[in-house]
Nanobody, 123 residues
Framework: EVQLVESGGGLVQPGGSLILSCAAS????????MSWVRQTPGKGPEYVSA????????SYPDSVKGRFTITRDNAKNTLYLQMNSLQPDDTAMYYC????????????????WGQGTQVTVSS
């Protein structure tokens, strides 16, 4: 059974930083591309980063490019999201998601999701 468990969310002031983690189990983590997706009430999910199976390729939307960095440690079956210069618009539930393929092929086909971790940016 695929399990994705996010952690690291919390309350942070504007301009601050957070690191999210996603512990993966139940599948060959190193064989799949992974992604972080966020969602706020009343809005559809928004992808905020993706990384290929070996970590050599990454992708970001313009809204977070230069502020967010996605990485992975295949030896530890863990996905990370370093978030800097956080703004109130970044407030959302952040989900770790498994992509169907090993490489990044848009649109991403998500096959599994975690339960999410809340990030709130407020003074």
């Amino acid at each position: 059974e695929v399990q994705l468990v996010e952690s690291g969310g919390g309350l942070v002031q504007p301009g601050g930083s957070l690191i999210l983690s996603c512990a993966a189990s139940g599948f060959a983590f190193g064989d799949y591309a992974m992604s972080w997706v966020r969602q706020t009430p009343g809005k559809g999910p928004e992808y905020v980063s993706a990384i290929g199976s070996d970590g050599s390729s990454t992708s970001y939307p313009d809204s977070v490019k230069g502020r967010f960095t996605i990485t992975r440690d295949n030896a530890k079956n863990t996905l990370y999201l370093q978030m800097n210069s956080l703004q109130p618009d970044d407030t959302a539930m952040y989900y770790c998601a498994k992509i169907r393929t090993s490489n990044l092929v848009w649109p991403y086909a998500y096959t599994s999701w975690g339960q999410g971790t809340q990030v709130t940016v407020s003074s």
